[in-house]
């Protein structure tokens, strides 16, 4: 039953020689007393007692508590201090900021999936398109009835009929695990196992993701093993005692955020957490978790000054328990959910984070990269004059991104706290932000890695993300607005459509630079590859207002360029420079190879070419790529 404690620790309602009531079970094994308090016995400690054991879980069948009702756990301490907690196993929760837990039956859904998990199974993730619509249910779309929120069903069917055109393959969600304060946006964890009551039951969360999955759409989600909140009710001093979490500071408290950490290396918490990861692919049959602050695990030393964190037995700053945990997650889910996807927020250097566990990596399926975002924007809220000076920021990205498996985020944490949203970030009058907006949207969609997107910026929101209020939909009514929209639209179907934008996304063989140091003209080129030597792509871009006439590039094959994609074309607000269809090769040596076009780059733009190419041309590439080979 390994990872599996969600079978049996908790609220189970049955029925037991002909009654009706609920098993529960709670991991206290510090406490002196424990029973369930309940609407049943009035809340009143001690009418409801549950029998110890060596294992140190405090069991019983209390008969007449149903599905529905809500309970807490009321546990007296070693020095007499008596605590209510809610369980740290429950499958839902009261709304907040009621904090009691509910028995739930989660039973008796009916999945209609199959043929998704199978097709999911089968998959090679890295050589898939995987393109991700990063959501916050509660302030994507919000009812006009006076409700705050959308249920889990309503939300289903709205997103999927919105997602689904747009061309994302996933959705990926902001923290659905219950939390009490809705500024966490979930990031403070106080349900690991339910899914959060402001959208729902947990029957609802289950319809959402089998109706996403009836529609060929994965779900994601955001999942929090790294820390957790102070809260009264919670995982925090449970039984009296530092149960959950370590009980030094130096090692139990976060600074940043003020709340508490796990305590990995005691193996009924570790056991606690990888149920939980293991909980939402058994029972809920999400595609995935994103583990959050996967850097803030890995050192003892993670924003500490000196003196404020101890070592480990070899006195190096490395979390050993954390990294051991990472690893058996990660075998664990990978072994009984082959398919899904492992994705880790990590920023650091640490190496093999998306390297198989028996090489010695942490055995994620991919890493986020952090140093892409970050270089990518820094730079693209540079005024034009200046970018020249900075060509490294966008091509230094080569030198790594096979080291891990990538994936490339413009997520949430960058349209908050002051950074303003991704529009608003781009330098330049009205136009210029978009055009620079349209065209980073075409570098991330063009260069190799998986890709994400946080809502709100499809439709280029010009506030900031606000948790309190849903996505500035007003916005697609204009032009230039829809543009963008109408942009992502065809990037997701050009990045599905073609293998040399997938294929390789994970390997170098899928990437070669034509040219990264024409500085003088803020000018890039490279060429993506495919499945087969005639799947490829010339990508040019330029990053000045200036657009550029008959400009030769090398390419590797000969024959009849086609302009497929033009992030400066009318239909996305552009001014409408290109090449009327494409150009066709001639022979010379340029840049390495003995083809080149004669093209004219679109002002802070993005042209793809497709080469229709002759067979002699096909042949010819094969043999050059043997040769390299």
Known sequence: MYAQNYKHLGAHPEIRDGVSGTHFAVWAPNAREVSVIADLNFWSHGQNWLQSSDDGVWRGFIPGIKPGDIYKYSLKTASGLRLEKSDPYAFAAELPPRTASVVSDLSGFRWNDEKWIRQREMKNIYEQPISVYEVHLGSWRRPTDGRRY?????????????????????????????????????YQTTGYFAPTSRFGSPHDFMFFVDYCHEHGIGVLMDWVPAHFPTDAHSLGNFDGTALYEHADPRKGFHPDWGTLIFNYGRTEVADFLLSSARFWMDVYHVDGLRVDAVASMLYLDYSRKAGEWMPNMFGGRENLEAIQFLKDLNVVIHQDFPGVLMVAEESTSWGGVSRPVYTGGLGFGFKWDMGWMNDTLRYFRRDPIYRRHHQNELSF??????????????????????????ISQMPGDHWQQFANLRVLYGYQF?????????????????????????????????????????????????YRSESALHYGDCDAEGFSWISADDYQNSVYSWVRYGSHPENLLVIMMNLTPIPRHNYKVGVPLAGFYKEVLNTDSSIY??????????????IGQLHGHGQ???????????????PITRPAAVLEATAGKEAKD
């Open 150 to 186: 959308f249920n889990y069903r309503e939300l289903a069917v709205q997103l999927v009929e919105y997602v689904k055109p747009l061309g994302f393959t996933h959705v990926q969600l902001l923290p659905v695990t219950e939390h009490p304060f809705d500024g966490s946006w979930g």
């Open 397 to 422: 990205r080569m030198v790594y991104a096979f080291t891990e498996n990538f994936m490339l985020p413009l997520s949430h944490d960058e349209v908050v706290h002051g950074k303003r949203s991704l």
């Open 446 to 494: 063009t260069t190799p890695g998986k890709k994400l997107l946080f809502m709100g910026g499809e439709i280029a929101q010009w506030t900031e993300w606000n948790h309190d209020a849903q996505l500035d939909w007003e916005l697609t009514k204009f032009q230039f607005h829809h543009g963008i929209q109408k942009l992502i639209a065809d990037l997701n179907q050009l």
């Open 573 to 586: 607000g552009g001014s409408n420079v290109g090449n009327s269809g494409g150009v066709y090769s001639e």
């Open 596 to 610: 080149f076009i004669q093209v004219t780059l679109p002002p802070l733009g993005m042209i793809v070419l497709k």
